[in-house]
């Protein structure tokens, strides 16, 4: 889900959030979401200034943290809310993300065709407060240490030159 800032005070180089979109429940909780049954995808909401960082450099980010290969799956996660799925907000959103997906697909670089489902922004809800930043928070977890340690590190190597160098990290990553 990508969106532009709507006004100047909300004009930062980048923010994320996470949360639930592409369902038909309002204001689904994990637990809704994860019986399969909302249609809501576990999504994270971008606002970004497209003049400091492209849509066209965070879909290649994207595409480059997460297999968008598999339907409705993500390694051992299986689900529709797992789907790899990109909710834009215009036009020009959908063609740079059709152009973004056709560019890495030449490339070759998983292999395999991209599944990851195009649609027209839906309503964003915001997921519980212990969902957000879990990473940061959570860094000894299972999960965070299997799963998204090595997404972070791979992260951090591709993109080095575009990270801040104030960045703080979470202990040991």
Not at 60 to 77: A, C, N
């Amino acid at each position: 889900m990508m969106t532009t800032p709507k006004t100047t005070k909300e004009v930062v180089t980048i923010a994320v959030e996470v949360g639930y979109s592409g369902g038909k429940l309002a204001n689904p909780s994990y637990e809704a979401v994860c019986t399969d049954t909302t249609g809501h995808a576990e999504a994270v909401q971008v606002t970004f200034d497209p003049t400091a960082i492209p849509l066209a450099d965070i879909l290649r980010i994207f595409f480059s943290v997460h297999d968008p290969t598999t339907r409705d799956r993500q390694g051992g996660d299986v689900g529709t809310q797992y789907r790899s799925a990109i909710f834009y907000d215009s036009p020009e959103q959908e063609k740079t993300a059709k152009q973004v997906i056709a560019e890495i697909e030449k490339a070759g670089i998983w292999g395999r065709p991209i599944v990851t489902e195009l649609t027209p922004l839906m309503p964003f809800y915001r997921a519980e407060e212990y969902h957000q930043d879990y990473f940061r928070k959570n860094p000894t977890a299972g999960y965070c240490r299997v799963v998204i340690a090595p997404k972070v590190a791979k992260f951090r190597k591709q993109f080095s030159a575009r990270l801040k160098a104030t960045a703080v990290s979470p202990k040991g990553t």
